[in-house]
């Protein structure tokens, strides 16, 4: 059962992983079209700036969830390297409950924070777009994060090693 639930949480990290491709694709397209119209036309695209940062946000918070799951961030293992496999496997755990609490407290704040936009009606600049929507999906990257950073850590605690990036699954 367990297995099976490795096997689904993969297989929506790497779909995540090309969502947030191309979420930044989006990105560079909308800022790179935005400079060449200010510049070259005397006419950006209006609320570019704003959908790009928002954008990049989704893509940054649903790569954190795609990273929590498999824990291919930077690692520093110098401290680590010398000792036994139980010991390695006990600070990884413990440095994976500190980053699931900080990233249950950021879950939280950006609660907070997609709640106030809706609730204020907050909008673009230019087009009035609201931001809300886009703000609720970088709180469900964090929420996403949240969940597979859990199941990082239950496999971890469970005596499993890190899901390797590469897993066939």
Not at 30 to 43: D, H, K, L, N, P
Not at 106 to 126: G, H, I, P, Q, V
Request: glycine content about 8%.
């Amino acid at each position: 059962m367990l297995a099976r639930i490795e096997t689904l949480l993969l297989r929506v990290s790497r779909g995540v992983d090309v969502i947030a491709g191309i979420c930044l694709a989006v990105v560079t397209v909308v800022m790179f079209t935005s400079a060449v119209g200010r510049y070259a036309f005397a006419a950006p695209i209006p609320d570019g700036f704003d959908l790009a940062r928002l954008l990049l946000g989704v893509a940054i918070m649903w790569g954190f969830a795609s990273l929590g799951l498999r824990g291919g961030h930077i690692e520093v293992d110098l401290f680590t390297t010398a000792m036994r496999p139980s010991w390695q496997r006990f600070f990884e755990a413990l440095a994976t409950l500190i980053v699931l609490g900080f990233t249950i407290l950021l879950a939280w704040k950006l609660n907070d924070r997609a709640l106030s936009a809706w609730r204020s009606n907050e909008a673009t600049y230019d087009l009035r777009l609201p931001v809300w929507p886009l703000i609720g999906l970088i709180w469900l990257g964090a929420v996403a994060a949240c969940i597979t950073t859990a199941a990082r850590l239950i496999r971890l605690i469970r005596g499993g090693g890190p899901i390797p990036e590469d897993d066939p699954a």
